[in-house]
């Protein structure tokens, strides 16, 4: 779990422990392969699941305006971590900006 709040903590510094393992937890499985457990903003599907599956569905987003906006985002604020970036750091980040960390 520490090389997650590691990751987290080089885009927000007072990364929350506590939510970095709920999002783990969430994720369950998918952590255990590497393509699942990478996010890949080049790849418009991806995008698209990370918006449906995340925004919508686990944050409560109904505007795809604003997920998209906040997707777009994270992805300027982590174009540092080359192609493809930490699940669990996007999905923070993401509801960070989205201010919904308190509800995970």
Request: glycine share 4%.
């Amino acid at each position: 779990m520490s090389d997650y709040l590691s990751d987290v903590q080089k885009y927000d510094k007072d990364a929350n422990d506590d939510i970095v393992n709920k999002i783990v937890k969430h994720l369950g499985i998918a952590l255990r392969n590497r393509d699942s457990s990478l996010v890949s903003c080049s790849d418009e599907k991806e995008l698209e699941r990370v918006r449906e599956k995340w925004m919508k569905k686990k944050l409560g987003l109904s505007d795809d305006g604003l997920s998209d906006s906040i997707i777009a985002k994270v992805c300027d604020m982590m174009k540092d971590a080359k192609s493809n970036k930490s699940r669990v750091t996007f999905y923070y980040l993401c509801a960070k900006e989205a201010d919904k960390l308190g509800d995970l």
